[in-house]
């Protein structure tokens, strides 16, 4: 009679190579972190030329540097103005890429016009800024758009290949037959994209929202060349105040960085559900 028996422990099998790779992209997550922190928390006097006097603990944790680098940059203003294009920047690119992503997407299979469209547009993806900013900034300032709405303009328009791509990919995976059956009910167009399709995309706007809104907080040259000398700061261009052509502040940058960065730690947290959930059925088969 056969020995049908399971064993009573069966050993896993460890990917070695995989575990050891993704140990070393954690290290190389975390190690600048723990820089961050520690020196943000560090008396400027325990900087040394030493790594160990980098790398270890303060002495004494204190909120100086923080409450400094507030001062220097005027933080709430200049956070104001970061806030203020941000959100402005990431709703209007939602509900513009968006709508131009399901009038392009649901007909592209169908007229060469719109797919010769999505394709124009997604090659904005691989122009470089460095050969926009030149005319960019001689355009924006005969146009007087040398401004904050000058700027939100622009990542309006610079992040929507990138969008345009995640919203039509996701759009394969709603079914016509929704859009079919309002029709049958006797909504238009318009009515069945902001009643019916609009509600079903929110995991790919909260995806849009985080990844424009992210690279929209952290940009420096944008506002650098297109509001230099117009006494508007936003939180990046502020931050440039630490460093001179002779030295940089750490102590008082990673505070100042530190303190930037929380908001959108926050705001990706809060996000983590539906960003999970519209990378996943994002995803073109």
Same mark, same amino acid.
């Given at each position: /009679?056969?020995? #049908? ?22 290290l190389t997550v975390l190690f600048p972190l723990y820089m961050a922190v %520690? ?17 270890? &603990?303060?002495?004494?944790w204190s909120l100086d540097n923080f409450i400094e680098a507030i001062q ?7 956070? /104001? ?7 402005v920047a990431v709703v209007v690119s939602i509900l513009i890429h968006s ?12 007229? !060469?016009?719109?797919?010769?469209? *999505? ?5 904005? /993806?691989? +122009? ?7 005319? &960019? %900034?001689?355009?924006?300032? %005969? ?7 000058? +700027?939100?303009?622009? *990542?309006? +328009?610079? *992040? ?10 996701? $759009? ?5 037959? $929704?859009?079919?059956?309002?029709? +049958? ?28 809104? $992210? ?16 006494? %508007? ?5 502020? =931050? /440039?105040?630490? =460093? ?7 102590? $008082? ?19 983590? !559900? =539906? ?5 996943? #059925?994002?995803?073109? !088969?």
């Open positions: /009679m056969a020995n #049908n028996t399971v064993p009573e422990k069966v050993r896993e099998r460890v990917n070695w190579p995989i575990t050891i790779l993704l140990m070393v992209g954690t %520690v020196i943000a928390f560090k008396d400027p006097s325990e900087m040394t030329n030493d790594i160990a006097g980098i790398l270890s &603990l303060p002495s004494t220097v940059t005027d933080f709430f203003h200049s956070f /104001m103005n970061s806030l203020l294009i941000t959100v709508l131009a992503a399901y009038a392009i997407g649901r007909n592209m299979d169908k007229k !060469k016009l719109f797919k010769a469209s *999505y394709y124009f547009i997604i090659a904005g /993806m691989y +122009v470089p800024f460095a050969i926009l900013m030149m005319p &960019l %900034v001689k355009q924006t300032a %005969v146009m007087h758009l040398d401004n904050m709405v000058g +700027v939100m303009i622009l *990542y309006v +328009v610079f *992040y929507m290949p990138m969008n345009m791509m995640l919203y039509t990919g996701y $759009l394969r995976n709603i079914p016509t037959a $929704l859009e079919e059956a309002a029709r +049958v009910d006797g909504a238009s167009t318009w009515t069945t994209y902001w009643k019916v399709i609009f509600p079903l995309l929110k995991p790919m706007h909260a995806t849009v929202a985080v990844i424009t809104g $992210l690279a929209v907080w952290n940009d420096v040259m944008t506002p650098l060349v297109i509001m230099g000398g117009s006494g %508007v700061n936003t939180l990046p261009l502020a =931050q /440039m105040n630490f =460093q001179t052509a002779f030295s940089t502040n750490y102590n $008082l940058a990673f505070a100042s960085y530190l303190l930037a960065m929380l908001p959108m730690i926050i705001f990706y947290i809060v996000a983590q !559900k =539906q960003i999970i959930g519209g990378v996943t #059925n994002g995803a073109v !088969k």
